[in-house]
């Protein structure tokens, strides 16, 4: 469960700045992010029952969130050539490892 939020609020933050700068790839990434949802929503009740409290899953998802919001601001603002690198690297594998869950 803790991917599928994590990866859910990943999504979100990359479809945010997808959104804002008009990237047609905002809508591909904006259903994947609801795929994670409706998986989050499928799990819910069974891992509340294993005692995984209410808020757990928006903490993920605020995690995965703030992750990717870092290194997108990392990625194109930062002043160093070689971190900013890395932070792109990073930001690619990190959503690739939600897509590879779903495709």
Not at 32 to 56: C, K, M, Y
Not at 79 to 86: F, I, K, Y
């Amino acid at each position: 469960m803790e991917i599928f939020a994590t990866c859910s609020g990943r999504l979100a933050a990359l479809v945010t700045r997808q959104k804002a700068l008009g990237e047609a790839a905002a809508a591909k990434n904006d259903r994947l992010r609801a795929e994670f949802d409706l998986l989050v929503d499928a799990i819910l009740p069974d891992a509340l029952a294993d005692g995984v409290a209410q808020q757990q899953p928006d903490r993920w998802r605020i995690g995965g969130w703030s992750e990717i919001a870092l290194l997108l601001a990392a990625a194109e603002h930062g002043v160093d050539p070689r971190r900013a690198d890395t932070a792109r690297l990073t930001l690619t594998s990190r959503i690739e490892t939600c897509t590879d869950l779903l495709l």
